[in-house]
Structures are given as structure tokens and as C-alpha cells.
């Protein structure tokens, strides 16, 4: 499949500037960024973007959760050829995670401004709020909001771990927007972003055709059991919530490794109460993180942790009360749009493969409402949500220009006659 612009390319210094000057906001040692969704320093990186993108002339939306939709109209109305991802980032977040998908979709967009192409259908450029989900759970928030998955009062109502609210902190940062939620389907979805993993690398392939992201189950424990003496209290006496938090630790841990394939388990948070060396712990927060590609697997991984979470209470004596952060079912992308990607990465002389995601991503959300993929390009070393993310240059360029063409494909998918 071909586009009708086949020899345009992006401009790769530009793309390159602006995620140096995007990352420059929060900056944080090794080089990352640090903006965690609804903070201070995530309204300064919406700023900066919303500039670029109003120095476009582009219309300019914001909806009830934050989401920023930023459109350049085509030669007939309908739905936008849409791209994006998210610009919050993790506490440890690299230069590249969403922000990549964002501003090579400004790129796209400037590109067409700049040879004067006039496509047929809109095309869009957004961010999503909050996709990492770090500091507000679930992850992909924005996104699930935009597509209807969950109520904008729901959302808006939503705790963050450090106590904030999601509706006040969009007022606070001024991201509360007056565009409805859920928002307007695309004609089709496609997002750029480095892998975060190390197939790419590895394989020694410059770019991922995505065919999926696999299921996600986040899970937040609470362990109640009774702070005492570290030195009197005999061991068949206690009622440890440390020891508790830990058995859960090794257990998810040795569930991954027995299920093999494509199973992980990560305990990512975990506080201790009263947190001090001569006392028992009282209380212990942890939080659970499941993923498979297989429904029917990552149930079964579920099931088996919710049994052993239940015997080691009485084996401890310990009250463990479980509640759901975030569970999403396994996503697969429109077939069409997949070849559309491989094939665009083939005509542009990159080596391509398909693949699935392991990371959460806007675009499993965008899925439920319109035809969806992603491209993906590698990571060095297979790092991410860590400041030492790196993608080389010359393969942040290459996702860009198959972005470009791929979207130019979904825009118009055969070449006119006349022309
Ligand atoms: C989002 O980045 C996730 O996959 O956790
Ligand atoms: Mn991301
Ligand atoms: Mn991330």
C-alpha cells in the first residue's frame, strides 16, 4: 500500500529538538524527565506542547479529563486520521515513553503544513491524560475517558497516592476543558512509541508492527497485622505484615517463573508501617502488578494469587485486603491497519516485524472505537521507565516518517488516477 505523497519525509532535527526541549521540563539525574500526571511540571510540558501546536494553527480542544486534541482540517470533514499518546511520565520517566508519540504526531502535522498537502480527511494530533497511572489509577485514564470506558465523574473523583484528586488538580493546572467525554471516534488510530522492551534490539529490527497489548491486572493490597516488640515477641506469636508483604513478593514472583511464556509479575510499591528496625510491622502496602497476552491465562494467574493471598491471612494471623487498581483485558489492533504499518516500514527500507505490546498503551483504548495500530521502534538495552531510555536517532526519525506514511495511507488509501 502506498500514499499519495510517497517521497514525503518528516524533519528529523526538528522532531529531535523538540523532545530535548520537552524533557527539559522536570528534569531529573541520568537525564529523564520527571512529570507525574497533574503536577506542576505536567501543566509546564502541556504548555509547551499546546504552543507548538497552536503556532500550527491548529483547533485546539480540551476535554472534561485533560485529554488535548489538536486538529488540522482536510479537504472534506468526518473524523480525523488521528494520532498521539500521553506526556506524563513515571517518577523515574526516560525522554521517549509517549513523548516520542506525541510530538513526531506535531511533526506529521508540520511536515504537511510545510509542503502545502491538503489531505482528505482531518488530521489530529492528541495527548492523553494521565496514561501512566503511577500517581492516578488505572493507567491509559484519558484515554479509557475519551472512548467511554469509564464516566468523566468517575474519573474526576479518582485518589492519587499522594492523596490528590484527579477534578482538582485539573483545575488547579487549568486542563479542565469544556470538551465533552467521551470524545468524537476517529477514521482510524495510529500511534508511534519506542518499545520498552528488547525484541527490537535484539533482533536487530528497526521497527515494530504491533499487533496487540497484552492484558493488564493491577491490584493493591492492604496487610493489617500487629506492630510488636522485635525482640520479645516470640516468632509463632506474631502477626507480621511485613512478612506477609514479602511472602507476596516471592510468591507472584515464583507464579511468573513456574507459568513461563508470556507471564510477568512485579510488586512495584511496597511501604512498611511502622517502618522502623525494632518493630514488627503493623501494616504493610503493596501493590500487584499481572500481565499476560492470554485472557484465560492471566485469570488463572489471578486465581492462583487470590488463593494464596487467602491461606497466608489465616497462616499469619493478618487481615490482606485486596481491591482492583486497573484489569484490561488483552487488545488486539485492526488487521488492516497492522499491514498497513508493516507494509509502509517494508517501502521504506526499514526491517519490520509484528509483535505485541507489553506496555499499556492510549492506543488499546483507542481500539474499542476505531481501526488501531502502533509502531514501535527499539530501546536500547531494553530500558524504560528508567532515565537511561534511549532509542537512537536515526530510529526515532525512521518511527516518525512511518508514521507519516501510514497515515497518509489511512487518510487515502489509493493513489488518485488524476494526480
Ligand atoms: C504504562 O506505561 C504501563 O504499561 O505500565
Ligand atoms: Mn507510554
Ligand atoms: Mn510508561
Redesign the pocket.
Known amino acids: 500500500m502506498t500514499s499519495r505523497f510517497p517521497d514525503l519525509r518528516i524533519d528529523g532535527d526538528r522532531l529531535l529538538r523538540r523532545i530535548d526541549d520537552l524533557a527539559a521540563i522536570g528534569p531529573i539525574d541520568g537525564g529523564g524527565s520527571c512529570r507525574l500526571a497533574l503536577t506542576d511540571d505536567d501543566r509546564a510540558g502541556r504548555d509547551l506542547v499546546v504552543t507548538w501546536m497552536r503556532d500550527l494553527g491548529l483547533d485546539i480542544r480540551i476535554d472534561g479529563i485533560g485529554n488535548v486534541v489538536a486538529t488540522r482540517p482536510g479537504r472534506t470533514g468526518g473524523p480525523p486520521v488521528m494520532t498521539g499518546s500521553h506526556i506524563d511520565t513515571?517518577r523515574t520517566g526516560g525522554r521517549y515513553?509517549?513523548n516520542l508519540g506525541v510530538l513526531a504526531g506535531l511533526e506529521v502535522i508540520e511536515t504537511l503544513v510545510g509542503a502545502g498537502i491538503e489531505t482528505e480527511h482531518p488530521v489530529a494530533v492528541g495527548f492523553f491524560t494521565d496514561?501512566?497511572?503511577?500517581r492516578f489509577a488505572p493507567?491509559?485514564l484519558g484515554s479509557l475517558v475519551y472512548v467511554g470506558g469509564v464516566a468523566l465523574e468517575e474519573a474526576l473523583d479518582i485518589v492519587g497516592i499522594d492523596g490528590a484528586v484527579v477534578g482538582d488538580e485539573l483545575e488547579r493546572i487549568g486542563y479542565r476543558g469544556i470538551h465533552p467525554c467521551p470524545g468524537p471516534a476517529p477514521r482510524a488510530y495510529v500511534e508511534l512509541h519506542i518499545e520498552?522492551g528488547p525484541v527490537l534490539e535484539a533482533d536487530g529490527v528497526t521497527i515494530g508492527a504491533v499487533t496487540g497489548v497484552q492484558g493488564?491486572s493491577w491490584t493493591a493490597y492492604t496487610v493489617d497485622g500487629q506492630a510488636n516488640h522485635a525482640g520479645t515477641t516470640p516468632m509463632d506469636l506474631r502477626h507480621d505484615a511485613g512478612y506477609a508483604a514479602a511472602a507476596i513478593v516471592t510468591h507472584v514472583r515464583d507464579l511468573a517463573v513456574r507459568m513461563g511464556g508470556r507471564q510477568v509479575a512485579t510488586v512495584g510499591r511496597l511501604d512498611l508501617h511502622p517502618d522502623l528496625v525494632n518493630v514488627i510491622a503493623g501494616t504493610a502496602t503493596l501493590t500487584v502488578?499481572l500481565?499476560n497476552t492470554d485472557e484465560s491465562l492471566l485469570r488463572g494467574a489471578e486465581a492462583d494469587l487470590a488463593a494464596f493471598v487467602a491461606d497466608l491471612a489465616i497462616a499469619e494471623g493478618v487481615r490482606i485486603d485486596g481491591h482492583s487498581l486497573a484489569r484490561f483485558e488483552p487488545v488486539e489492533f485492526d488487521a488492516g491497519v497492522v499491514d498497513t504499518v508493516f507494509e509502509t516500514a517494508e517501502r521504506l527500507g526499514h526491517s519490520v516485524s509484528r509483535m505485541p505490546s507489553?506496555?499499556?498503551?492510549d492506543a488499546q483504548m483507542l481500539a474499542r472505537v476505531c481501526p488501531t495500530g502502533m509502531v514501535f521502534v527499539p530501546s536500547r538495552d531494553g530500558i524504560?521507565?528508567n532515565p537511561a531510555e534511549h532509542t537512537d536517532p536515526a530510529d526515532l526519525v525512521a518511527g516518525a516518517d512511518v508514521l507519516l506514511q501510514t497515515m497518509l495511507s489511512l487518510d487515502y488509501p489509493e493513489p488518485r488516477e488524476a494526480e
Open positions: 513515571v515513553d509517549g496514561e501512566e497511572g503511577s493507567d491509559m520498552q493488564i502488578d500481565r507489553g506496555a499499556g498503551h524504560s521507565h
